[in-house]
C-alpha cells in the first residue's frame, strides 16, 4: 500500500493567499463563511483589543475592519469627519456607505480615543439596523474596582451577543472558544519569536499579512496557517543580511501602507518586534480555562495583557518600560517611532517614551503617515539613515 504524499505548502502560497484577503474590501471570506451556515453572525471590529472569545462562543465571525487603506477612494467618508483627525473614521465610514460592510451583523468600537469613541456615535446614527457598541475598558485594575467594571462590561457585550445570534453564550462555550484563541495566541507568539531570531527567514511584510489574515479568518484557520508558515518559513532558504534590528512602534489602530512595512525593511532594517495589530497578542499568555470564564477574560486583561499608547498606566515609574524590554528581549538596537497623523494617544507619548529611551541609551527615530500614504522614498531614505547610523556609531 502507497504511503499518501503530504502537500507541502510554500511560503509563496500562504502569502499570496493572505494579500489576496488584505486587497479584498468586500470581504468575500466573511460574507461566504456567513452564508454557508443559517444563523451565524459577523461582529465587525475596529483595530485594537476586543474579546474576540465571546464572539466566537456566540457562533460569530470576528471581523477586523481596518480601515480601507491605500486602496480605497475616500469620497463620502470626508463628509462626517474633519480633517485634522487620522484617516480611519473616514475611510471606515467610506465602507458602510458603499455597503461594503452591509452583511456585518454587529459591529464593535474599543476604547482607543476619542475619535473612535465617537465614531460608535456616528455608526448608530447611520445604520440603525446594525447593532453597535462602544466597548469600554477599565483605567483602574485593582480587582474590585475595574475587575468588577470589565466583568459588567463583558456580561452585557455577551446579552447583546446572544440577542444577535439567537443563541445562549453559554460558560461551555465561552472557554471552548478560549482554548481556540488560547492556540492562536501562542502560534503568533511562535511567529513574532521566529522572527526575532531569524528575521531574514520571516520578512515583516508577510508576517503583518500573516496577521491581518487572522483578522479575517476563523480562527481554527488562521491557526492551521500560521502552522503551516511556521513549516514553510523555517525550510525556506534565504539570504541573511547585515540589516539593523529595530521594534516599530505606535501603530496599533491605524494600520500603516504595507509598502511602509516593505520601506523599511529595505533600507537596511529588520524589523523584529511591532505594535501593528495587538489584537491577537493582548494576553500576554493563555487565559485560565478554570472557573467563570468571564472573570478569567478580566483577569488576564488587568494583570496579563500587552502595553500601549491607548492603556492607561497606572505606575509612572512604568512608562515606557514594556518598550525597553521589547527592545532586549528582541536584541533590537534602535526603535523606529510610526505613528499615523493626528494619532493623540500614540503622538502624546511618544515624547515620554522617547526620554525612557534615551536614558537607557536606545537610539530611535520618528515619523507619521496615514493609510494611504504613497510616497515611501523619504520613509526610506530617513529608515536606511538611521540603520546606517546605528552600524556605525552605536556602541558594540
Not at 89 to 102: F, H, K, Q, Y
Amino acid at each position: 500500500m502507497s504511503t499518501p504524499v503530504t502537500e507541502i505548502i510554500t511560503v509563496t502560497e500562504i502569502i499570496a493567499r493572505c494579500q489576496a484577503l488584505f486587497d479584498d474590501l468586500n470581504f468575500t471570506y466573511a460574507r461566504e463563511w456567513k452564508a454557508a451556515v443559517p444563523g451565524r453572525i459577523v461582529v465587525g471590529y475596529m483595530p485594537f483589543y476586543v474579546p474576540r472569545e465571546l464572539i466566537h462562543a456566540a457562533g460569530g465571525l470576528p471581523l477586523g475592519v481596518l480601515g480601507g487603506g491605500e486602496q480605497l477612494e475616500v469620497i463620502q467618508g470626508d463628509a462626517y469627519y474633519q480633517s485634522y483627525i487620522c484617516r480611519i473614521p473616514r475611510s471606515t465610514i467610506e465602507l458602510g456607505v458603499t455597503n461594503r460592510l452591509d452583511f456585518v451583523d454587529a459591529m464593535l468600537f474599543p476604547s482607543i480615543c476619542d475619535v473612535i469613541r465617537n465614531l460608535s456615535g456616528m455608526w448608530k446614527i447611520m445604520f440603525p439596523k446594525v447593532r453597535s457598541r462602544y466597548f469600554d475598558v477599565p483605567q483602574n485594575f485593582s480587582d474590585g474596582v475595574g475587575g468588577t467594571f470589565y466583568i459588567h462590561e463583558l456580561t452585557e457585550l455577551r446579552e447583546m451577543l446572544a440577542e444577535a445570534s439567537g443563541r445562549a453564550v453559554t460558560d461551555a462555550a465561552i472557554r471552548a472558544s478560549i482554548a481556540l484563541y488560547n492556540e492562536n495566541r501562542a502560534l503568533v507568539r511562535e511567529v513574532y519569536a521566529f522572527r526575532a531570531r531569524q528575521p531574514w527567514k520571516a520578512p515583516s511584510a508577510e508576517v503583518y499579512l500573516l496577521m491581518r489574515a487572522g483578522m479575517v479568518l476563523a480562527v481554527e484557520e488562521h491557526s492551521r496557517m500560521l502552522r503551516e508558515y511556521l513549516d514553510a518559513a523555517a525550510a525556506a532558504d534565504r539570504p541573511r543580511r547585515d540589516n539593523s534590528r529595530v521594534v516599530v512602534t505606535g501603530a496599533f489602530c491605524e494600520q500603516p501602507p504595507l509598502n511602509l512595512i516593505k520601506s523599511i525593511e529595505l533600507s537596511g532594517c529588520y524589523i523584529v518586534d511591532d505594535d501593528f495589530m495587538l489584537v491577537n497578542r493582548w494576553e500576554q499568555s493563555d487565559v485560565s480555562l478554570d472557573g467563570d470564564p468571564v472573570a478569567n477574560l478580566a483577569q488576564a486583561y488587568l494583570h496579563n495583557s500587552a502595553n500601549t499608547s491607548a492603556k492607561y498606566e497606572p505606575d509612572p515609574a512604568q512608562k515606557g518600560l514594556y518598550l525597553v524590554a521589547a527592545v532586549k528581549r528582541t536584541r533590537a538596537e534602535g526603535v523606529i517611532f510610526a505613528s499615523p497623523s493626528f494619532c493623540d494617544p500614540a503622538l502624546l507619548e511618544r515624547p515620554m517614551l522617547q526620554r525612557v529611551l534615551a536614558a537607557h541609551d536606545i537610539p530611535f527615530i520618528a515619523f507619521k503617515y496615514a493609510e494611504n500614504s504613497g510616497q515611501m522614498q523619504p520613509i526610506r531614505e530617513q529608515a536606511g539613515t538611521f540603520a546606517d547610523s546605528i552600524k556605525l556609531w552605536s556602541t558594540p
